[in-house]
């Protein structure tokens, strides 16, 4: 009795460790995509020059996803900074208009092939 205690413990125990959201969106068998309660990355502030937007970012839901989407909008030439939020899925982003705009921004968090992002009307 003990042992069948203890063999259900350790497959419980196994299950957690494999829905630790490993930073990869997984797809479980129904195609739902499973995630992590990663929360999101201490925020750095966002650099005070430049061009401020904000973005609504679609398909975030944990702390994983958001440092994907930062990740993406650094990457764009002119970006000074991001704060990517996975909670409330804003994305808040400094940027040199001389070489970035928000057409840049969405196309590259829309390049992960994982999030979608709107400017947001707010
Ligand atoms: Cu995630």
Redesign the pocket.
């Known amino acids: 009795m003990n042992r069948i205690v203890a063999i259900l413990a350790l497959s419980f125990a196994t299950a957690g460790v494999a829905l630790a959201?490993p930073g990869e969106?997984s797809t479980a068998a129904g195609g739902e995509k499973k995630?992590?309660d990663m929360p999101t990355a201490a925020a750095a502030p966002l650099p005070a020059d430049g061009k401020h937007v904000k973005l609504t970012v679609a398909g975030?839901?944990?702390g994983?996803?958001a440092d994907k989407v930062k990740t993406a909008l650094i990457g764009v030439d002119g970006v000074k900074g991001a704060v990517v939020d996975a909670t409330t899925g804003v994305a808040e982003v400094a940027f040199d208009e001389k070489k970035a705009n928000t057409d840049k921004l969405i196309a590259a968090v829309a390049a992960t092939n994982q999030f979608t992002a709107t400017v947001a009307t707010n």
């Open positions: 959201c969106a995630h992590c975030m839901h944990c994983a996803c």
